[in-house]
T-cell receptor, first 113, second 114 residues
Framework: KQEVTQIPAALSVPEGENLVLNCSFTDSAIYNLQWFRQDPGKGLTSLLLIQSSQREQTSGRLNASLDKSSGRSTLYIAASQPGDSATYLCAVIGGSTLGRLYFGRGTQLTVWP | DTGVSQDPRHKITKRGQNVTFRCDPISEHNRLYWYRQTLGQGPEFLTYFQNEAQLEKSRLLSDRFSAERPKGSFSTLEIQRTEQGDSAMYLC????????????FGQGTRLTVV
């Protein structure tokens, strides 16, 4: 069974810092990896999708990398802002299931002014 | 708004009552998923449809839970004889067909069983 782990569980930083959130997964047979943002009491917003053949994706201040063979992904947030405060979830779609996403528990990020 | 839509956003019910939630996926998406999320946890898979066919169900989906997608468009998730342990956020997602297609989530339905 696919297991997804996110480290750290929580992170509190001052505004302006560059951040790295980590995600690891146990089964490297994945189709893609997706990073989401979740605000309190809300649904999930897709941030970045990395196909298994890709190494990284960028969107604005966000950059996600994927090392499929080692079962790792990182989400890099540049020049963090208070509006980035949220929970960030990593999810993978495995090769043995028809599109089911396996999620980590998330990293709760607080960026203070 | 062409995103995934869920209704209601919040539901408070007494233990033992039945509840039904609705999800309207993005119109051109033929895959639809239901997930459940409890506080401090990541979403857990419940079930998955491709068009009107329910292709996969989690062991989390007990006999009290049933999901339908009768015409391959909107879906409903019904919970019978609710228990306090059913209190959670119920999330719906949709995607196109194809390996590794991007999933888009709705705002969720927050269920509280009292």
């Amino acid at each position: 069974k696919q297991e997804v782990t996110q480290i750290p569980a929580a992170l509190s930083v001052p505004e302006g810092e560059n951040l790295v959130l980590n995600c690891s997964f146990t089964d490297s047979a994945i189709y893609n990896l997706q990073w989401f943002r979740q605000d309190p009491g809300k649904g999930l917003t897709s941030l970045l999708l990395i196909q298994s053949s890709q190494r990284e994706q960028t969107s604005g201040r966000l950059n996600a990398s994927l090392d499929k063979s080692s079962g790792r992904s990182t989400l890099y947030i540049a020049a963090s802002q208070p509006g980035d405060s949220a929970t960030y979830l990593c999810a993978v779609i495995g090769g043995s299931t028809l599109g089911r996403l396996y999620f980590g528990r998330g990293t709760q990020l607080t960026v203070w002014p | 708004d062409t995103g995934v839509s869920q209704d209601p956003r919040h539901k408070i019910t007494k233990r033992g009552q039945n509840v039904t939630f609705r999800c309207d996926p993005i119109s051109e998406h033929n895959r639809l998923y239901w997930y459940r999320q409890t506080l401090g946890q990541g979403p857990e898979f419940l079930t998955y449809f491709q068009n009107e066919a329910q292709l996969e169900k989690s062991r989390l989906l007990s006999d009290r839970f049933s999901a339908e997608r009768p015409k391959g468009s909107f879906s409903t998730l019904e919970i019978q004889r609710t228990e306090q342990g059913d209190s959670a956020m119920y999330l719906c997602a949709s995607s196109r067909a194809g390996q590794g297609a991007e999933a888009f989530f709705g705002q969720g339905t927050r269920l509280t069983v009292v």
